[in-house]
């Protein structure tokens, strides 16, 4: 049975607003996920480029002693090698997660606004089997 216009209005406002603080919460897991992954990457290629002559050149006692030029540009070249099995591997870990938690499966479609008796339908609610996740 269709609902009226303002209650449709109101429902849709509620469906878009849980799905919207759905889509950050995933976000935010991605780059949360992401950034501690990635972090031996950002560092190296940070040290690299901070040491480096041709690009800031820091007076900083480690760059002067220990990194010259070569060594500056051996560092961002490992960096950025080391980057792709890091960027696979933290995808691996976000996607396990997000099954494990079924954060994808909690998205509610815009037709529960529209019609009455609609079931509210979360990864723990739903008795029916995800043949995407099996």
């Not at 490992?78 to 499966?105: D, E, H, K, N």
Request: charged share 10%.
């Amino acid at each position: 049975e269709p609902r009226s216009p303002c209650c449709c209005l109101a429902w849709a406002l509620l469906i878009g607003a849980m799905n919207s603080l759905l889509f950050l919460l995933n976000l935010l897991l991605m780059f949360v996920i992401f950034t501690i992954v990635l972090l031996p990457t950002i560092v190296v290629v940070y040290f690299g480029f901070q040491c480096h002559s041709q690009v800031l050149h820091s007076s900083a006692r480690y760059c002067k002693s220990i990194l010259d030029d070569n060594s500056s540009s051996a560092l961002i070249i490992l960096g950025f090698v080391i980057m792709s099995p890091l960027l696979v591997v933290a995808m691996a870990i976000y996607c396990s997660l997000a099954r494990r938690l079924q954060l994808l499966v909690c998205f509610q479609p815009y037709s529960l606004a529209f019609y009455k008796g609609g079931r509210w339908c979360c990864a723990r609610s739903c008795n029916r089997q995800l043949k995407a996740w099996v």
